[in-house]
């Protein structure tokens, strides 16, 4: 039950985080404007799967419109940079 409550809770963190970072545009409102939406139907658990679907989709897709993996050219220096960084106490 306690798993399913902080899941909930870091899937709002992590929208609240996509919203307020970058530039607003008037698609970036309307994005936002359907994600509070379904933020605020997760929270009161009403349709909270099909709503929790939709904003795991959302940030998928600016995951993968903003950090755009495939063109970095240095994978090496970025693998060594995330094991450092993952080991550092």
Known sequence: MYFQLAGRVLLIFL??????????SIWRVIVAALGFVACVMVVVGFKAKFSATM???????????????????????MKLDCMLTSLAP
Not at 15 to 24: A, E, L, T, Y
Request: hydrophobic letters at 60%; a positive charge; glycine letters at 6%.
């Open 15 to 24: 929208f609240i985080g996509f919203v307020f970072s970058g530039q607003w």
């Open 55 to 77: 904003l795991v989709v959302i940030l998928s897709v600016f995951n993968l419109l903003v950090n755009n993996f495939w063109t970095v050219r240095q994978k090496s220096l």
